[in-house]
């Protein structure tokens, strides 16, 4: 059974990079023709799209996140990982990676999330 | 971007009503719409997708509807387990933006 886990750095300070990683067991990252995404929902409000990872690699990102934002795959250990530049307290979020179908687009594999404060 | 808007932002209702929560989307996205439910502390779970097709061992008192750019989920018979937030999304076109979430809770 696919299972998604977030890691990563839980306290970040303003102007620093958010760094998470996402390890996928149960199954290959490479297999079936999925893409990979991120998405952030920040305490008590909304979901947010981040952005996605396909099958072939190429990535697209929200563009309001876009100039800070750094997505990537290494297949050879299952892992996704995400990194913004230049957080604000703005960014404090449950950060979550998911597994997506390619068309339609669907999430239908979640990590449990991972919460992420903006702090000094 | 496309915004959607979720109507109600929450609602109070009882074990074995009749709930309906409506997301209109802001242009087209035919039948691009996703919902998905999300209980405290837990990640969003699918639901329904392409409006009306219930995902594998979702109950079928969930159902979903399309007309024009407005897009409904209903619970038929609402049961406890189904007290949570709402959220839609449409898989139209990138960014992929969700609707801003309806709760539902017990009366």
């Known amino acids: 059974q696919l299972q998604l886990q977030e890691s990563g750095s839980r306290l970040v300070k303003p102007s620093q990079t958010l760094s998470l990683t996402c390890a996928v067991s149960?199954?290959?990252?490479?297999?079936?023709?999925?893409?990979w995404s991120w998405i952030r929902q920040p305490p008590a409000k909304g979901l947010e799209w981040i952005g996605y990872i396909s099958q072939t690699g190429t990535a697209y990102y929200n563009p309001s996140l876009k100039s800070r934002l750094t997505m990537s795959v290494d297949r050879s250990k299952n892992l996704l990982s995400l990194k913004l530049s230049s957080v604000t307290a703005a960014d404090t979020a449950v950060y979550y990676c998911?597994?997506?179908?390619?068309?339609?687009?669907?999430?239908?594999?979640w990590g449990q999330g991972t919460l992420v404060t903006v702090s000094s | 971007d496309i915004q959607l808007t979720q109507s109600p932002s929450s609602l109070s209702a009882s074990v074995g009503d009749r709930v309906t929560i409506t997301c209109r989307a802001s242009?087209?996205?035919?039948?691009?719409l996703n919902w998905y439910q999300q209980k405290p502390g837990t990640a969003p779970k699918l639901l329904i997708y392409?409006?009306?097709t219930l995902q594998s061992g979702v109950p079928s008192r969930f159902s979903g509807r399309a007309s024009g750019a407005d897009f409904t989920l209903t619970i038929t018979s609402l049961q406890p387990e189904d007290f949570a937030t709402y959220f839609c999304q449409q898989s139209s076109s990138p960014p992929y933006t969700f609707g801003q979430g309806t709760k539902v809770e017990i009366k």
């Open positions: 392409v409006a009306s």
């Open positions: 242009q087209s996205i035919t039948t691009y």
């Open positions: 998911a597994r997506g179908w390619v068309a339609p687009y669907v999430l239908d594999k």
């Open positions: 149960g199954d290959s990252i490479s297999s079936g023709g999925y893409s």
